[in-house]
């Protein structure tokens, strides 16, 4: 009986720890986890660069491999922190875990493929768990929290911006040759910046038919964000701020749901306890 207890109070620790942003520890587990993604992009990026790669190599190689660990102990550590592991495999975030975590392996079997790891820069979304942006959207009637709204919103959309292009720049760069200007994932990125801007300093051309596409889809995704009419989103975040419903970033350990009400005891997908101490 002790031993259950023991069990069920560590594994419920662990979930805790990892997927809850509303306790001390629970940040600090989001903040270290957010510096380690930012870490290994940068020396993605650093291996990319030729000169940089030839003098550093082998450090930049082993310190890929030592957070590439490090996302594997927390994807296992996820799976087993849940009561349905199927669930968290399955989900939007479980996938962007997956896939932050094994292109570095796939870099032993197929070459060039590490530059894939660019893609954990999606985990970077973790971050609207830590900032509970709810809390910046508020009443509609006052100036500071609209404020506050308004800085949050242009975050929100820089850093979609800024993880597009990177996803964008990693993807020309193992589709077009160096003679193209795709010289590395910097160069890649800041073509996938002035396409996806319209600016176009033509600087930086793809060459081969698919780069050809795929720069033609970005031209016009450039577009589509340019006119996208920010009355409407700013609307729909004045309508879910109307609710004025406080909510936390506390996960079910059942069923994994989040954005319970504060201090609510129960899940209300599942009906499971949530804080079974």
């Known amino acids: 009986m002790n031993n259950q207890k023991s069990h069920k109070n560590w594994k419920t620790k662990l979930h805790e720890i990892i997927y809850e942003a509303d306790t001390p520890i629970g940040k600090l587990f989001d903040v270290i986890l957010l510096i380690v993604i930012i870490a290994s992009i940068v020396l993605v990026m650093l291996e990319s660069v030729r000169s940089i790669d030839e003098k550093y190599h082998r450090f930049l190689n082993i310190s890929e491999w030592i957070i590439t660990i490090l996302f594997s102990i927390e994807y296992i550590c996820r799976i087993i922190a849940v009561k349905k592991p199927l669930k968290y495999i399955t989900s939007f975030y479980g996938i962007i875990d997956l896939l932050a975590t094994l292109p570095k392996y796939l870099s032993l079997i197929f070459v060039g493929s590490h530059s894939l790891v660019a893609l954990r820069a999606l985990r970077l979304m973790r971050i609207f768990r830590i900032l509970k942006l709810v809390q910046f959207i508020g009443e509609s009637n006052n100036l500071i929290v609209a404020l506050k709204a308004s800085k949050a919103r242009i975050f929100v959309f ?65 577009y589509a964000i340019i006119v996208i009419p920010t009355g409407i989103i700013t609307s729909e975040l004045v309508k879910d701020s109307m609710k004025n419903v406080q909510t936390n970033t506390q996960s079910c350990p059942n069923c994994s749901t989040g954005k319970h009400r504060d201090k609510a005891e129960f899940c209300y997908k599942c009906g499971h306890l949530l804080n079974e101490d």
Not at 194 to 212: E, R
């Open 158 to 222: 820089l850093s979609f911006i800024l993880i597009l292009c990177t996803i964008l720049g990693t993807i020309m760069y193992l589709i077009e040759d160096d003679s193209s200007g795709f010289t590395s994932i910097p160069e890649s990125v800041y073509w996938a910046i002035v396409t996806l801007t319209t600016v176009g300093y033509g600087d930086i051309a793809p060459v081969t038919p698919f780069g050809q596409l795929i720069a033609s889809l970005v031209m016009i995704l450039g």
